[in-house]
């Protein structure tokens, strides 16, 4: 089944211990999107990809990093993690972009801050 | 900007009565709206979405959702809900222009008894 994959689900890393979440698609859609989600929130759009084109929301700090190499895959690299930073981060990925698309979400990464 | 609202934190319905998540929006032109489902430590699930044409739109699990354009509201609604229907509901919209993020409302929790 095409779907969205997210590795590891749970992180755990060290306080300001750099750490890489993975995404990848097999639907072959344009647009990767990561948001974060604290506890019982709703997501938050960190940035996102329109192929190759990266988009990043204007209150999204700077230690959040992210890169796609190719279609299917898409990483976030938090580069020094805060307490503040555990959350569910979330991947989707939709077709174009467009008004009339859908997002597809994959399963999810709880990272944990010690 | 757009924006969603989901007035309900939490909203507790018998096992077999029908039910209700409240969702109302604000957009400029024409909204597209949609509804995902959060189960625990899962990512989001799409229940359905209102692009356009009829009010009542059908999508997955029983589920279903009326636009009410004058009312700005698309609320979520099932004849006769189940316990594993317990879950945290998302409503969000998408303004009318291409290429635009997602706005999602802060979730309503469903409890099923």
């Known amino acids: 089944d095409a779907m969205v994959i997210q590795n590891p689900r749970y992180q755990v890393t060290q306080f300001g211990k750099p750490v890489t979440l993975s995404c990848s698609q097999t639907?072959?859609?344009?647009?990767m999107y990561w948001y974060q989600q604290k506890s019982s929130q709703a997501p938050k759009l960190l940035f996102h990809?329109?192929?190759?084109?990266?988009?990043n929301e204007a209150d999204t700090p700077d230690n959040f990093q992210s890169r796609r190499p190719n279609t299917s895959f898409c990483f976030l690299d938090i580069r020094s993690p805060g307490l503040g930073d555990a959350a569910m981060y979330l991947c989707?990925?939709?077709?174009?972009?467009?008004?009339?698309?859908?997002?597809?979400f994959g399963p999810g990464t709880r990272l944990t801050v010690l | 900007a757009q924006s969603v609202a989901q007035p309900e934190d939490q909203v507790n319905v018998a096992e077999g009565n029908p039910l209700t998540v409240k969702c109302t929006y604000s957009?400029?032109?024409?909204?597209?709206l949609f509804w995902y489902v959060q189960y625990p430590n899962r990512g989001l699930q799409f229940l359905l979405k209102?692009?356009?044409?009829?009010?009542l739109v059908k999508g997955s699990y029983g589920f279903e959702a009326e636009f009410n354009k004058s009312q700005t509201s698309f609320h979520l609604k099932k004849p006769s809900a189940l316990v594993s229907d317990s879950a945290l509901y998302f409503c969000?919209?998408?303004?009318?222009?291409?290429?635009?993020?997602?706005?999602f409302g802060k979730g309503t929790m469903l409890l099923v008894s």
């Open positions: 989707a990925t939709s077709r174009d972009g467009g008004a009339l698309d859908t997002q597809y």
């Open positions: 639907l072959n859609h344009n647009v």
């Open positions: 990809y329109y192929d190759k084109d990266f988009n």
């Open positions: 957009v400029s032109g024409n909204p597209y």
């Open positions: 209102y692009i356009t044409g009829d009010n």
């Open positions: 969000a919209v998408r303004g009318p222009s291409g290429y635009s993020t997602l706005t």
